[in-house]
C-alpha cells in the first residue's frame, strides 16, 4: 500500500540538514538586522552615507561575505527538502497535489501576515509563489531543470541586457527612493499603526525588486536544492568525506577569488559607461554568490557529518525554522520601531550587529528547551495541522 502524506517526526529527520538549515537562520539574522536598521526605499543609500568611513568599510566587507548567501542556503534546502517529499510519496498523485497545494497556500498567508504585522522584508510568500512553480518543474528531466535554474538564477542579467534595447521597468531600484526621509523619521518614532501604514508602501515600493530578481533568483536555487536533493548529496558527503573536501576546497577558492577581484575585473573588462556594465556586473556578482554560498553549504555539511561537531545546537534552531524566521522578525521590530525601542537608522554597524548575535543565542536556548517537551515549534505545528490530511 502506498505511504500516508503524514508529518516527518524528529527520529526520521536528517539532522545535517537541519544544522544547515539552523545555520542559515544564523546567517539571515546577520544580514535581516541592516534590513531593519534601514529601509528597503534606499537601503544602500542609507549605508553608502554612513559619518564613520570605518563603518562603511565594515558595512560593505561584511555584507559582501553575508548578503544573499544565506537567503541561498535557506532557499537551496526549500528545494532540498520538496524532492524529499516528493521522492517519498511519489505514488501518492493526487493526494501528494492536494497536500503541497494547501501547504504552499497557507505558507503564502503566513508570508501576507508577515508584511502586514512585521516587516517589508518577507521572503514567505516570494517561497510559496515559487514553490508552486517548481512543483509544475518536477517531472521535468536532470539537464533541462538545470538549464531552467540557471536560466531564472541569472534572470536578472538577461532582463537587464533586454533592457538595453526595450524599455523595461527597473528590476534594482525601489520606485521611491526619496522615501528614505519618511522611514528615519516614522520608524523610530511612530505609532504601529504609522509604522504599519509606511511599511506597506515600502514593500509595493520594492515590487519590481522582489518580482525581477529575487522570485527569479529563489526559484534558480530552489531548483538547485531540487537536483542536489535527488542526487543524495547529504548521503555522499558521509560516504566519501575526502572527495568533498576537495570539492570545497576547489569551490571555497574560486568563491574567494570572484569575492576579491570581480569588481576590478569586470571594471577592466567592460567600459563604466558600456550599455552591458549591469548586465554583466550582477552576472557576475551571482556568480560569486552562487560560488561562495556553496562553499558554505559543503562546509556545514561536512562539519555536520562528523558526530562530534560544534554545530549541532544548531539543529534545533533548524527544525523550528518557520518559527525562528517569524521570531527574529517580530523582536527586531519591537528593538528597532517606535512602538518598541525605536533604534531604527542606527549609524554604526558594528554595535547593532550584536542584536542579531544576541537574538539567535536566544532562540537556540529557547528552541532547546521548547523541543524537549514538543515534537515541532508553535508555527510548523500549525502549518501542520492546516496543510495535511486529517
Known sequence: MPAEIIAVNNKSRIESLDILRGFALFGIALVNVFGFNASFFDFGGFYNNLSDPAQQKFYHTFIGLTADKFIFLYSFLFGYGFFLQFNKYSTQGSKFTKYYKRRLTFLALFGIAHILF????????????????LFSLRKVSGKILILIGFFFYFFISIWLVISIWIPLPNGLSSTCTDCLNDALQIYPTGTYLECLKLRLLEYYSFRNINILYYLSKVLGIFIF?????QNKVHERINENRIKWVGIFLLIACVGLLLYFFYEKGVLKLVPVDSNFMNAIYMGVYE??????????????LL????????LKP???VGRMSLTNYIMQSLIFSIIFYGWGFGEFGMQEPTKF??????????QLIFSYFWLKTKKQGPLEWLWRKLSYPN
Open 353 to 362: 550587529i550584536w542584536y542579531a548575535v544576541g537574538v539567535f543565542i536566544f
Open 118 to 133: 512585521l516587516w517589508a522584508g518577507d521572503i514567505l510568500l516570494l517561497y510559496a509563489i515559487g514553490g508552486s512553480i
Open 314 to 316: 544548531f539543529v534545533y
Open 303 to 310: 562539519l555536520a557529518s562528523y558526530k562530534f561537531n560544534v
Open 225 to 229: 536544492g531540487f537536483i542536489a536533493s
Open 287 to 300: 556568480l560569486m554568490n552562487l560560488f561562495m554560498a556553496l562553499s558554505y553549504i559543503l562546509f556545514i
